[in-house]
């Protein structure tokens, strides 16, 4: 049987041209193997966008234009916020302006020191009242923690906790001047003029 196999397979080959040879073939399948698949991994990603065409002069002049702006603000000192309350208007520095002072006269003198001496003997008796007032006052406190003390230890432990209500302590008054009886402040708009300065911060 296999001899008659190659005999057919002789006889279907094309006729050979002179000067050339014959060679016996072989019509064969092959199977692929499972390890000639492979495996990607997915590539989660949108398609390539065309490019913008960038001239690159006019990157290159707004590149320069930045740094000479940001050369311009370093040089330029940082400018503070200034306080009004602590800036005296020129108008009130005029020479013009400013008040003559009146000489006193020799009496007028005597009168001023002698009464600035009085005001001054007031206040050192009153400060010498006041601390004798408190000393007293804590002297009978001690005394008086002493004998509750003798008397009720636990009322003794409570009277000297700390009373936290005191704190924090809020008190209005003494004014200068007395309130005008009756006053009824006028009624009108605000116009708020406060100036509004704005700094450049520089980013590092």
């Known amino acids: 049987c296999q001899a008659g196999l190659e005999l057919t ?3 279907l080959l094309p006729p050979r041209l002179p000067g050339t040879c014959r060679a016996q073939t072989r ?4 199977r692929a193997s499972l390890l000639s698949f492979w495996e990607l991994i997915p590539m989660r990603a949108e398609p390539l966008r065309k490019k913008k065409k960038v001239d690159p002069k006019k990157d290159q002049a707004a590149k320069d234009r930045l740094k000479k702006r940001i050369r311009k603000l370093e040089k330029a000192s940082q400018e503070l916020i200034p ?3 602590f800036i005296t ?6 020479k013009s302006r400013q008040r003559s002072q009146v000489e006193l006269s020799l009496e007028e003198s005597e ?4 009464l600035l001496k009085k005001w001054s003997l007031y206040k050192q008796q009153e400060h010498e009242m006041e601390r004798d007032t408190i000393r007293t006052m804590v002297e ?15 009322l003794y432990t409570e009277a000297i906790k700390r009373d936290y209500s005191l704190f924090p302590f809020e008190k209005e008054g003494p004014y200068y001047t007395p309130p005008i009886y009756n006053y009824q402040p006028p009624e009108g708009r605000y116009n708020d003029i406060t100036k509004v300065y704005t700094q ?3 980013k590092r």
């Open 27 to 30: 019509h064969t399948h092959q």
């Open 140 to 154: 009978a406190q001690q005394e008086a923690l002493q004998e509750l003390k003798l008397e009720s230890p636990e």
């Open 200 to 202: 450049v911060e520089l």
């Open 83 to 85: 306080i009004e309350d």
């Open 89 to 94: 208007p020129l108008r009130l520095l005029d």
């Open 111 to 114: 009168r001023r020191a002698l």
């Open 9 to 11: 397979a002789i006889l």
